[in-house]
C-alpha cells in the first residue's frame, strides 16, 4: 500500500474516532452523585425510616410511609468549612430544613448504599436504596 494512501485511511479512522463519544466501544458509568442519590433510601438500621430525594430538590423523610418533615437537598463541594476529598470522599450532602438549619454530609458512598457522615457530629448514616 502506499503512503498516500495510508495516510488517507488513518486520516479517516481518526475523524471517525474523534466523533464518537468514549461510551460508544466502552460500557463507562457515570458517577454523578446529583443523579445517582435520586429515588427512595431506607435506613440499614430501621427499614421503616426512609429518605426520598426528588430531582426538584426536595427530600422528604418519612417513617412508617407517612411523611414528617420535608427538607432542600444539594450536592456541593464544600460545607460547614469542610471541603469533599476526591480521592476519599464521594461528594458532600447539604440538607436545608425549614427553620433554616443546616446539616452538613460527606457521601463516602453510593452505590446501592448510601453512606454519609455527619459534619460535625461525626455520625454515620447508612441506607440501602429501596424499591419504587
Known amino acids: 500500500m502506499n503512503a498516500f494512501l495510508k495516510t488517507i485511511i488513518a486520516?479517516?479512522?481518526?475523524?471517525?474516532?474523534?466523533?464518537?463519544?468514549?461510551?460508544?466501544?466502552?460500557?463507562?458509568?457515570?458517577?454523578?452523585p446529583q443523579e445517582m442519590?435520586?429515588?427512595?433510601?431506607?435506613?440499614?438500621?430501621?427499614?421503616d425510616f426512609i429518605w426520598h430525594f426528588y430531582e426538584n430538590s426536595s427530600?422528604?423523610?418519612?417513617?412508617?410511609?407517612?411523611?414528617?418533615?420535608?427538607?432542600e437537598w444539594h450536592i456541593v463541594h464544600q460545607c460547614e468549612g469542610e471541603t469533599a476529598d476526591n480521592e476519599e470522599?464521594?461528594?458532600?450532602?447539604?440538607?436545608?430544613?425549614?427553620e433554616n438549619d443546616k446539616q452538613c454530609y460527606v457521601v463516602q458512598g453510593l452505590n446501592?448504599?448510601?453512606?454519609l457522615l455527619s459534619l460535625p457530629q461525626g455520625r454515620l448514616l447508612i441506607f440501602d436504596r429501596a424499591e419504587d
Open 11 to 32: 486520516l479517516l479512522i481518526f475523524c471517525i474516532g474523534s466523533t464518537l463519544s468514549p461510551n460508544t466501544f466502552f460500557d463507562v458509568e457515570i458517577n454523578d
Open 37 to 47: 442519590i435520586l429515588g427512595k433510601w431506607e435506613s440499614e438500621g430501621s427499614p
Open 89 to 98: 470522599d464521594f461528594a458532600m450532602l447539604e440538607v436545608l430544613y425549614a
Open 112 to 115: 446501592g448504599v448510601l453512606t
Open 59 to 71: 427530600l422528604y423523610f418519612l417513617d412508617d410511609g407517612q411523611l414528617f418533615e420535608e427538607a
